[in-house]
């Protein structure tokens, strides 16, 4: 498996409260992926980021930011946390981007609960 | 919203029996990948297919991507229980990769 690692692996919060995931890579990859994993969606793009300090939205980014101050590191925060973000997130990473060598790494996940 | 579309949910197979999981996309993918998540796991990379009609094999799986680069399926000949997972498919149409919403496979011994 890559080199891969989420903290906290399991969170309960309560609603209202600020929640920040972490995302660690000793692979040295440039680009790093959030998703989030709900019963009937798949796996949902939150955030990407494409190097230090460079990120863009994915289609449900709402709620959420992200920070990559280390290529190693990228973190995912919930401002103020809500019940509909209660969740399993998913940290990615990969080589290369644009699709045809853009083969995704994942960690093995933070199973959030947000009461 | 969801641009990639995944039948069936679940699938329930007697060990040996074969199976298949189909995805279906609104729009022209660029490339498509196949990725499987076991029981509490995550999900790992098992194929991508970029051609048209591409076909490709992986011992007992076989994963097709259509003409018209909007459909892709995954078959597994004589399941085994060591196949038990989701499986999932990505869609890249360009912009980021589009996840299906999954098809899980329990395999009865």
């Known amino acids: 498996d890559a080199g891969i690692t989420q903290s906290p692996r399991h969170k309960v919060t309560e609603t209202g409260t600020p929640v920040t995931l972490r995302c660690h890579q000793t692979?040295?990859?440039?680009?790093m992926y959030w998703y989030r994993q709900d019963p009937g969606h798949g796996l949902r793009l939150i955030h990407y980021?494409?190097?230090?300090?460079?990120?863009d939205k994915g289609e449900v980014s709402d709620g959420y930011s992200v920070s990559r101050s280390k290529t190693e590191d990228f973190l995912l925060t919930l401002e103020s946390a809500t019940s509909s973000q209660t969740s399993v997130y998913f940290c990615?990473?990969?080589?290369?981007?644009?699709?045809?060598?853009?083969?995704?790494?994942f960690g093995s996940g933070t199973q959030l609960s947000v009461l | 919203g969801q641009q990639v579309m995944q039948i069936p949910q679940y699938q329930h197979v007697q060990e040996g029996e074969d199976f298949t999981t189909y995805c279906n996309s609104s729009?022209?993918?660029?490339?498509i990948q196949w990725y499987k998540q076991r029981p509490g796991g995550h999900p790992v990379f098992l194929i991508q297919?970029?051609?048209?009609?591409e076909v490709k094999k992986q011992k007992r799986l076989t994963f097709q991507f259509g003409e018209a680069k909007k459909n892709s399926s995954l078959h597994i000949t004589a399941t085994q229980t060591t196949d038990v997972g989701t499986y999932f498919c990505?869609?890249?149409?360009?912009?980021?990769?589009?996840f299906g919403t999954g098809t899980s496979l329990t395999v009865i011994p």
């Open positions: 729009t022209t993918l660029s490339n």
């Open positions: 990615a990473i990969s080589e290369s981007a644009g699709g045809t060598n853009e083969k995704l790494f």
């Open positions: 990505a869609g890249y149409p360009g912009n980021q990769f589009y």
């Open positions: 692979e040295n990859h440039r680009y």
């Open positions: 980021s494409y190097g230090v300090k460079d990120t």
């Open positions: 297919l970029v051609k048209s009609g």
